[in-house]
């Protein structure tokens, strides 16, 4: 549960949060309503019409307010198209920029659509931040494709850690899989050296872990070394996603409740589904933002959670395409995730996490 309490100053004709501490949910509620009222006076003294609410302030959510910076298709579920309904459904508002928008996912024979450059994206938030709408609890990156655009949203991190400095920064560092790299390898630097510092939780899969660490992972223990390299640079939240060690799917997760300290270390054995789907990975991110705010103390809980929606939801989405009558084998498959919607409220939780000692 998102947790802050903010002091406030005057800067220029508006007021800005100066310092943030843990409390409860009410409180968060009664100063960020107490915020919004100050703002509201203050605006309405000086302006003849009175302007919309701050609804982050006036309405702020009790779970949080996440700032995704995704990918958008039209048709299909990846990116934020994969990512904001789940986020919603478990409580949270959410603001989503899309960083492409396409007419489908790049898997299909040929898409079209648009690319949104790193001045684009600061247009945007320079809207927000002229109606004091940049109030976030969360921030949530996925696939992005250019060196400038992941330098302009390195920016957007620093400026809203400006407003909040409780700001949650969960990335999702997309750059290949299975060996391959799916952009440029200049990216693979930046990731490194300036974006790990400044996550509060890193979802990569196996293949990322090793291009951010330089450790090749062939074992179990290998993937909790390379967590632990991933704590001394940053995040103290990492899930390796996936990892594939003598045949078996694991997810890997990691702690490190304060610098310095040893982390608490998990695993999952996940079941494979014989199957190839899109937006799985966009989903699991999203879910473990989702349930890791919940319990912000227990992250293998979060990912016993994440993870049995995501294994609730593609077994739902095989029993569809199969009674359809569709060879499940012959392509990637689109999730049906609004048929969904009860695995992601509330998911069974059959696959259980395993601490490390």
């Known amino acids: 549960m998102v947790k802050l309490k903010h002091k406030l100053i005057f800067k220029g004709q508006h007021l800005m949060p100066f310092s943030l501490k843990t409390t409860t949910t009410s409180s968060l509620r009664r100063s960020q309503t107490h915020y919004f009222n100050l703002n509201r006076n203050l605006r309405s003294r000086n302006w003849r019409m009175t302007t919309p609410p701050v609804l982050s302030l006036a309405l702020p959510s009790d779970t949080g307010r996440v700032l995704s910076i995704q990918s958008h298709t039209v048709q299909g579920y990846v990116g934020n198209k994969s990512a904001v309904f789940p986020l919603q459904l478990l409580g949270y508002d959410v603001d989503p920029i899309n960083s492409v928008q396409f007419s489908n996912h790049t898997g299909y024979p040929t898409f079209k659509g648009q690319v949104l450059n790193g001045e684009q994206l600061w247009d945007l938030i320079e809207g927000l931040e002229a109606n004091n709408l ?9 696939y992005i494709g250019s060196v400038s655009f992941l330098d302009t949203i390195l920016k957007v991190i620093n400026k809203l850690r400006s407003i909040n400095p409780n700001l949650t920064y969960v990335c999702d560092p997309v750059m290949g899989d299975e060996g391959k790299l799916y952009v440029p390898e200049e990216l693979v630097h930046v990731y490194r050296e300036k974006v790990v510092p400044l996550a509060s939780m890193l979802t990569p ?9 330089g450790l090749r ?12 390299i991933l704590h001394a640079a940053g995040p103290s939240k990492v899930v390796i996603t996936s990892i594939i060690i003598g045949g078996i799917l694991l997810l890997i997760g990691s702690h490190q409740k304060e610098k310095g300290l040893k982390p608490e270390q998990f695993k999952i054995e996940i079941h494979k589904i014989p199957a190839y789907f899109t937006g799985t990975g966009d989903l699991m991110t999203a879910l473990l933002l989702g349930w890791s705010n919940k319990y912000p103390e227990n992250l293998d809980k979060a990912a016993e959670l994440a993870v049995s929606t995501l294994q609730g939801l593609l077994r739902r989405t095989l029993d569809d395409y199969k009674q359809a009558g569709y060879d499940p084998s012959s392509s990637s498959l ?3 995730l609004i048929q969904s919607q009860d695995e992601i409220r509330s998911p069974k939780v059959e696959l259980k996490a395993e601490r490390y000692s």
């Open 205 to 213: 899969n196996q293949f990322e872990a090793e291009k951010l660490t």
């Open 334 to 336: 689109e999730i049906r």
């Open 134 to 142: 940049l109030f976030y609890t969360h921030v949530l990156t996925g």
């Open 217 to 228: 992972i062939n074992s179990e223990e290998d993937g909790r070394e390379a967590c632990a």
